[in-house]
């Protein structure tokens, strides 16, 4: 989680940068938010990133430099920039411990538009989950952020599933006995499994395409 809040804060810097302020509060009154509004991005650990976008086509200032602090503040020409509405596309982003909660949706995340046709992954179907707890460490740990396909629920892997009393990512294994374990991969959690009989009831909410993790 500490790895999300070091990359929001920069993100928040190179904004400051853009606009001439030095403070979080004269950013924000910028970017017509509240006073907090950053100090919230910051404690959540992430951006909403159309907000990134529109500051980047409205400076004509680099996408990539903004986002990941790579490359030249400058673009070329305006001539020479792909549309950004080309190159990115949004994607909802949920926090897995109040999935369903009214609460529960975070900020839209913006992702590449090339790696998702890349990875055969569609705009519509694919959610961005930020993880809670650390039943499925070290695979994926408290705060990580994963990307779910939510058409694909019928191979083995990991799944964000609704246990019923919340929304936790399992690994899906089905047995010869036609029942479903859902497995930890943290030793300490026991497994729980899906009877036979309730197999056609149980829906997963969508498999665990990949993790986003940051490098530091």
């Known amino acids: ?74 673009v070329a020409t305006a001539d020479a920039v792909q549309p950004i509405s080309d190159l990115y596309v949004e994607v909802e982003h949920f926090d897995a ?31 961005v989950v930020r993880a809670a707890g650390d039943s499925m460490a070290p695979t994926i740990t408290d705060g990580q952020l994963v990307i779910v396909d939510r058409r694909v629920k019928d191979v083995d892997g990991v799944y964000l599933v609704d246990t019923g009393k919340s929304t936790r990512f399992r690994r899906l294994q089905r047995m010869m006995d036609g029942s479903i374990r859902l497995l930890c991969d943290n030793p300490a959690y026991a497994p729980d499994t899906i009877p036979a009989g309730d197999v056609l009831a149980f829906d997963p909410v969508g498999y665990c395409h990949s993790v986003i993790k940051l490098l530091r």
Not at 59 to 71: A, C, K, Y
Not at 98 to 127: D, H, I, V
């Open 97 to 127: 411990a109040t999935l369903y909660a009214e609460n529960g949706k975070l900020t839209s995340w913006t992702l590449p538009r090339t790696w998702l046709e890349q990875q055969g992954l569609e705009a519509a179907s694919t959610w």
């Open 1 to 74: 989680m500490e790895h999300n809040k070091a990359f929001v804060e920069a993100i928040v810097n190179r904004m400051k940068t853009v606009l001439g302020v030095e403070s979080d509060t004269d950013a924000a009154k910028i970017l017509g938010g509240t006073r907090s509004m950053l100090s919230l991005w910051k404690n959540r650990g992430s951006v909403p990133f159309q907000q990134c976008i529109e500051m980047a086509e409205k400076h004509n200032i680099s996408l990539d430099w903004l986002v990941l602090g790579r490359g030249s503040k400058e």
